[in-house]
């Protein structure tokens, strides 16, 4: 790693003001998940003895994260019953997808009239991660600079991304900005599911369901989408062998 791109690593000396609103994706079907996803959604399935949603939450609130937005679709009224039981911790409004699943790029957008901050969190109801030497959340926001950034995206090197299977997402400049993986390649980050963005992101949205994809690529385009490197665990629960391989890894770490 250069010394530039090491400087867009995660510091923990540096202070942060976190967004006090997130986006918490919850409206997946889980389909690789299944047999567990056959009665409840993916982010109420375990991992370490609590809901994957939860483990979300802890880290949104230890945070400063007050606020949040979560889109709801299959089965939403388990995930809608399990928000209020944490009615004492956050502030929390549903962005309805019932009718329709809008993908990742299509809630966001649904779901923006409902999100105050901006910038704002966006995280995936599914993802499992462990802190470094200091908070992950505030460590994203350090990075961020208004002027400069649409999206941040939080990376955990292809090496560390606990039960991934893939080829990696992302290449990263010496100076944080964010390439697609190059054809026949593997790319050396992997995208958490965790990242801040502006509102700026979402202009001129297509109809409907789409991916987040979309709007990735054209601030790529724009040189305004960036990355910022984890420095904890990370891990991919997104079937149920890698509920077990989870578990294991964090009682060895």
């Given amino acids: 790693m250069t010394r530039k791109a090491r400087a867009l690593s995660l510091r923990p000396e540096i202070p942060a ?65 399990h928000l209020k039981s944490r009615a004492s911790d956050f502030d929390v409004k549903i962005s309805d997808e019932r009718d329709l699943l809008l993908e990742t790029g299509g809630g966001m957008v649904r779901a923006e009239p409902l999100i105050q901050s901006d910038p704002f969190l966006v995280v995936n109801s599914d993802n499992y991660w462990v802190d470094g030497p200091a908070d992950t959340l505030k460590l994203l926001a350090s990075h961020w600079r208004e002027g400069e950034m649409d999206a941040l995206l939080l990376l955990v090197p292809h090496a560390r991304a606990g039960n991934h299977g893939g080829q990696g997402d992302f290449h990263m400049s010496p100076g944080g900005k964010l390439s697609r993986r190059k054809k026949g390649c593997v790319a050396p980050y992997v995208f958490t599911g965790i990242q801040m963005v502006s509102k700026r992101l979402l202009r001129d949205a297509p109809e409907g369901a789409f991916s987040t994809n979309i709007f990735w690529d054209r601030a790529i385009e724009e040189g305004r989408c960036y990355g910022a490197v984890h420095q904890g665990l990370w891990f991919d629960v997104g079937s149920p062998a890698a509920i077990p391989a989870t578990e294991l890894a964090l009682q060895n770490a």
């Fill in 17 to 81: 003001k976190v967004p006090e609103t997130a986006m918490v994706m919850a409206a997946g079907l889980g389909k690789r998940m299944r047999p567990l996803t056959a009665t409840r959604p993916k982010p109420l399935v375990e991992v370490a003895g609590k809901a994957l949603l939860d483990h979300v939450l802890d880290r949104l609130r230890a945070a400063g994260v007050s606020k949040l937005v979560v889109n709801v679709h299959y089965l939403a009224d388990s995930i809608e019953a």
